[in-house]
């Protein structure tokens, strides 16, 4: 278009009303009179700010000036600081998890929660669970599937239940163990829980060389003993219970050490009740530890005394009259992953240039099998949303599906990212 | 040249219509309206002929816009006529802001029409009224509104993507598209689905470590809010993680607009049409780095 015919167009359709013909601006003009009159801007005083004479009544002195979790909670931003509030959830039944539907959230009653805290939980766990009030779960078709398998091994050795949960780092391999251990303490099962495999060979606890060549950690056994005692003590007849508290009080040299526990896992045996051995970071116990030789060479975890006799179990050359093994690999921290382990389950390739110690390969059966754990299904990462949404955890004020489907996607599905997304991010 | 002469070329100057003369031109061409004059004068010029050529003389003359004087007066004309517009429809009704904005001509395409050469302030100051003017309701505004509107253009893009050879859907109603993002380039899938994103074979989670860049690359679709409404397949190479997650972004941004060309304005204005060309900049000579120089030394 030529700018003289759009210029011609752009008057035209700008006529349109015939009010706007005239098209010049009317002139204005501020005659004297009119500025004269002009608002005289009135001078606001403003009053100095009185000081606030802060009154000696106001402060409070000595104890009372300790603020209580209310007063606080109100004081801080209502949008991140929620109370947290009471959220029901649904308690598992004596006797077992009596669980037939995965996807819901349950917790523990009182008496196996305690039971749970005399051993512990792990690390991790411990610091991720505590924005919930209580240790809550969901039932997941491994929860379930394990749980069935545990009862079906109720009358076999110990030997032909020895089961290892393998996953990718977050999946929630730590939280199906404790809820299999959760199971086992209801379903009235001897129960040997050791949260931390890692500990056992990171030089947390004090070893000390026996003239026989063996490395014990007295005072480790000691601590696993009374957990075994305390949690299992009703189990126990009470002639053996006493014998129990006796071997560990007289704890004092690790020769007694030594023979203590021997002898504490000799009348777990005998009771010939279903014993379950778990153990979390059970791939600890196929790593060199943190202790030194004399000769400043790294030990293995069966020149050790405890670690050895867990391995033994795990291997099959000891077992218990009834009962199952059952271990968790832990990928968190690096130094603890065994090539040796991940061989012998068949999650890598065997290569002929990396070295196994005659050591950990004496221990490593191929009957051990490995259970994979999977990532969250649909259906059970929107059940732990609505429940996170319930204890206050989620940022978000209306969480819609959509909101769903990106974390999902975000996260994969896994437990620990998923997480990480309801309960930090936006 | 005598007086008489010079009256006689001023009269028929005047008497074209076209010609503007300054009063100050007139005055100076002419000598002193006396008494004097017209004595001394040749008879010629006689006290009608006087008459007739008083009106020119006296009246003055004035420009034919008010915004004559100005630099500009194409430009300043358009924003009278706009102003006015805007309060003489000040009180109509008004709709609501949409987010897609209305496509205006282009300044090159503006200043062709105007005849003049706009600058960008000048071109965005006629923008802005246009854009209030946008939302009146009335027909009159919109039949004038439609000399500035660029409507042709939108139309000729979904046509070209539609036309050109990966711009379609395939036999199994995937869209192939490339994105690049610093040295990183991405070919991505793009197909109906659930929300299954898989990078070089492994999921997204699994891929980048790091949240942002997992951010990213499900940008376009949290601004269209199709988040679970497509699976991606990406394969990526070159760059680190986070080039490659803003190729993929760019490349889903591309399939999206395969998909649904309607998105386009939405994802125009998330700046995630644009293939972003920030690279690492050279380092020069004299400095340590692109910009660090090397410790100042006083001596």
């Known amino acids: ?426 | 040249m005598n007086a008489h002469t010079r009256i006689h070329q001023l009269v028929l100057l005047i008497s074209k219509p076209n010609i503007i003369l300054s009063s100050r031109i007139i005055r100076s061409s002419l000598p002193p309206l006396s008494l004097k004059l017209f004595h001394r004068q040749s008879s010629t010029i006689t006290p009608a002929f006087l008459d007739t050529v008083q009106p020119f003389l006296q009246e003055r003359s004035k420009p034919h816009t008010s915004s004559y004087f100005t630099g500009k007066p194409a430009y300043y004309d358009l924003l009278i006529q706009l102003d006015d517009l805007i309060s003489k429809y000040s009180a109509f009704p008004k709709r609501q802001k949409s987010p897609l904005a209305t496509l205006w001509k282009l300044n090159a395409v503006l200043s062709q029409d105007l005849g003049i050469s706009l600058k960008t302030s000048q071109y965005s100051k006629i923008v802005q009224k246009l854009n209030k003017l946008d939302l009146i309701e009335a027909d009159e505004v919109k039949e004038y509104l439609k000399l500035f509107k660029r409507h042709y253009q939108l139309v000729d893009k979904r046509e070209e993507l539609a036309s050109s050879k990966h711009g379609q859907l395939d036999e199994y109603n995937r869209s192939l598209t490339v994105g690049r993002r610093k040295e990183a380039t991405a070919r991505v899938f793009l197909i109906k689905g659930a929300g299954d994103v898989r990078v070089n074979g492994r999921p997204l989670a699994d891929y980048f470590i790091e949240a942002k860049d997992r951010e990213t690359c499900i940008f376009p679709f949290v601004v269209t809010e199709t988040v679970g409404q497509y699976n991606v397949w990406a394969l990526v190479k070159g760059g680190g993680p986070t080039g490659q997650s803003g190729a993929i972004a760019h490349a889903i941004t591309k399939g999206l607009l395969i998909h649904n060309y309607d998105l386009k304005p939405i994802l125009r204005k998330a700046k995630l049409v644009t293939r972003d060309t920030r690279v690492v900049e050279r380092k020069k000579p004299g400095l340590a780095k692109a910009r660090k120089s090397y410790t100042w030394v006083k001596r």
Not at chain 1, 281 to 291: G, S, V
Not at chain 1, 364 to 387: G, H, M, P, T, W
């Open chain 1, 1 to 426: 278009m030529s700018s003289a015919r759009f210029r011609f167009l752009l008057n035209h359709k700008y006529l349109f009303d015939a009010k706007l013909i005239n098209i010049q601006r009317t002139s204005f003009s501020t005659t004297i009179p009119a500025l004269a009159k002009a608002q005289v801007k009135k001078e606001v005083k403003k009053k100095a700010p009185a000081f606030k004479q802060v009154r000696n009544e106001e402060k409070p002195k000595g104890k009372r000036s300790q603020s209580s979790n209310e007063s606080s909670v109100g004081k801080s931003n209502p949008k991140f600081y929620k109370p947290k509030p009471i959220v029901e959830v649904e308690e598992t039944k004596p006797g077992g998890l009596n669980v037939d539907v995965s996807g819901k959230v349950y917790t523990y009653p009182n008496d196996i929660m305690e039971k749970i805290n005399v051993f512990g939980v792990p690390p991790i766990m411990s610091k991720e669970m505590k924005i919930f009030p209580k240790l809550s779960w969901i039932a997941r078709d491994a929860t379930l599937d394990l749980a069935k398998k545990l009862d079906g091994s109720k009358n076999k050795p110990s030997a032909e239940t020895r089961i290892v949960l393998v996953g990718p780092l977050g999946v929630g391999k730590s939280s199906i163990l404790l809820q299999i251990v959760g199971h086992a303490l209801a379903s009235d099962w001897i129960v040997i829980y050791i949260p931390s495999a890692i500990d056992l060979v990171n030089g947390k606890y004090a070893y000390v060389k026996l003239s026989s060549g063996d490395y014990v950690q007295p005072t480790l056994i000691a601590k696993i003993l009374k957990q075994i005692h305390s949690v299992n003590r009703d189990k126990f007849a009470v002639q053996d219970s006493k014998t129990i508290t006796d071997l560990i009080d007289r704890i004092k040299d690790p020769n007694t050490a030594q023979t203590a526990l021997e002898q504490v896992l000799d009348k777990i045996d005998k009771s010939s009740m279903p014993v379950l051995l778990a153990i979390d970071e059970i791939n600890a116990l196929y790593a060199t530890t943190e202790f030194t030789s004399p000769d400043h060479t790294l030990l293995e975890p069966g020149n050790l005394f405890l670690p050895r006799t867990l391995l033994e179990y795990i291997s099959g050359q000891k077992k218990f009259r009834n009962g199952a093994v059952i271990g968790a690999t832990s990928l968190v921290h690096k130094p603890t992953l065994s090539y040796a382990l991940d061989a012998a389950l068949h999650l890598t390739e065997v290569s002929p240039w990396k070295q196994v110690s005659p050591e950990i390969a004496r221990y490593i059966n191929k009957e051990v099998k490995s259970y994979r754990i999977s990532e969250y299904s649909k259906n059970e990462a929107k059940a732990l949303l609505d429940f996170y949404i319930r204890n206050n955890v989620v940022h978000e004020d209306a969480p819609t599906d959509e909101s769903f489907t990106k974390k999902y996607m975000l996260s994969n599905g896994n437990a620990r990212k998923f997480l990480e997304y309801c309960s930090k991010r936006l």
